[in-house]
């Protein structure tokens, strides 16, 4: 499949990653709808793009509503006539421990919220799963082509102080292998699901982040440095490319050892 003239669905296509991935995938050709909750970074993103010549739609979208998934499906039909390549970046962090103790009691003062966990499990999980799902019945009921992506990270293996997040992108990480599957019980050939795990990315978040934490990050990972997003959109432009990708989660992290032990 090529990337030229792929209509290119992107939640979270408003910033970090999903903006990289907007913005690259509109200089090789995509028709791209850039989706997301804040209608200023849509109307930036979608400038950026016009501004060099790209063909692109901002659609004001919250992940979790069933109503506004089929809307953004349904403008992105309006405007383009199909659905070839979808990428649900959407999500969110709230992280904190399942129980904090305090230091001379011994004793909980502190839990993780009910709230901050079904945040993330809605944004992330509930979002990419609605993202997917309504994008797979109208490529299936209009035979069109393409490829589906997850988003998940290298924290699906555990991470401390995110078991809402990890929990989330564990579940993600298995969706390829479970709609493919699925696909092929009802003959389904023309759509494939790839799931990428990236690694800690260089977005501006991250590289703002605490400098004494960072540097225990990177020393983690073997490649010296973050990911950058451009080698995240490189990745994903190989699997549309290549039709013998499917139904796996490929991690792109540059060797980190682990994401698991926080010094």
């Known amino acids: 499949m090529e990337i ?21 995938f509109s200089k090789e050709g995509a028709m791209v709808v850039v989706a997301d909750v804040k209608q200023s970074d849509i109307r930036r993103v979608v400038g950026d793009i016009e501004d060099v010549g790209g ?7 919250d992940v979790t509503s069933e109503e506004d998934v089929k809307r953004m499906y349904d403008e992105t039909e309006d405007a383009f006539g199909t659905i070839n390549l979808v990428v649900p970046c959407a999500g969110i962090i709230r992280d904190a421990l399942t129980i904090s103790t305090d230091k001379e009691t011994g004793k909980v003062n502190k839990k993780m919220s009910l709230e901050d966990f079904k945040q993330v499990i809605d944004v992330n999980l509930v979002g990419t799963f609605l993202t997917i799902r309504d994008a797979a019945e109208r490529m299936i009921n209009n035979n069109w082509g393409g490829v589906l992506f997850t988003i998940s990270s290298i924290n699906k293996e555990g991470q401390v102080g995110q078991i809402n997040y990890s929990s989330s992108k564990t579940s993600v990480a298995l969706m390829p292998k479970i709609l493919v599957g699925e696909f092929h019980l009802r003959g389904i050939k023309n759509i494939r699901c790839v799931g990428i795990a990236p690694g800690y990315i260089g977005t501006p978040m991250v590289k ?3 400098q004494d934490v960072l540097k225990n990050i ?13 080698e995240i959109s490189s990745l ?13 989660t490929i991690e792109i992290t540059g060797g980190l050892i682990s994401s698991m032990v926080v010094k």
């Open 4 to 24: 030229k003239g792929a209509v290119t669905v992107i939640t979270g296509g408003g910033n970090g990653v999903g903006e990289s991935i907007a913005k690259d």
């Open 55 to 61: 063909d692109s739609i901002g659609i004001t979208v």
């Open 208 to 210: 703002g982040m605490n």
């Open 218 to 230: 990177i020393e983690n990972v073997p490649l010296g440095r973050l990911i950058e997003p451009g």
């Open 236 to 248: 994903m432009k190989e699997v549309v490319r290549n039709e013998a990708i499917n139904g796996s």
